[in-house]
């Protein structure tokens, strides 16, 4: 048994119960998996200006281990460099990308979330002061792509914890499909019921993830 072998089995997925895997990353889920964590991956804790992010290329070299196919699916955003970045790499790293243009939705303050540096960074309608929160949701898109290539694959892996996906789960259980379920938190239980195997993200912090530290405000 190799090393990466031994990492797999000790995370359960044993690849001759799981057979052939198709890896479905919901970029937008994954993303902010460990926006509250103060751990770095050995255990240290960090400083106020350290941040802990999903980098896209560890994610791809991870998910190689295991998955005979990886789709990404993560929303556009052209005004920003980063979203450029991101679907940059997942492509460089061999993933399928799937992406939409992303949807900005308003949300609106209490007076009592309101400060001075708050303020700086939102915008007033006249309705009251908001931010701008991109939102792109991909529970369509794969849900169609896992039935379409579901001749092509025995076990069905998705990141994320989202219950939207339970109902898929159940429908592929019911076509002879395994599942296994990698999300961080608390896994809805609707989803986890469906499960054969399910993994908290913590336990492949240390796979994905990199340190990073914030740009200090001027």
Known sequence: MDFNEFKLNTLGINMDEFGKIFGFVDFGNVNH?????????AGRLMNENEFLIVDVEKM???????CR???????????????WHIHKK?????????SKPLQIIKHYLDNNELNEKILERLENDGGGY???IPKGNFDVEISVDSIRLM?????FCIFSGDSDFAYLA??????GKKIIVIASGNVFHTLKEQSDLCINAQRIKGEITCLKHKTPLV
């Open 33 to 41: 998996w460990f926006d509250k964590d103060r751990y770095d991956i």
């Open 60 to 66: 791809g070299i991870f998910l190689n281990l295991f």
């Open 69 to 83: 196919k990886k789709l990404f699916y993560y929303g556009f955003d052209s005004a920003r460099k980063q979203s």
């Open 90 to 98: 997942a492509k460089n790293c061999g993933f399928i990308k799937v």
């Open 130 to 132: 908001f931010a701008k």
């Open 151 to 155: 001749d092509h694959y025995n076990t």
């Open 170 to 175: 159940k429908f592929l259980k019911q076509k």
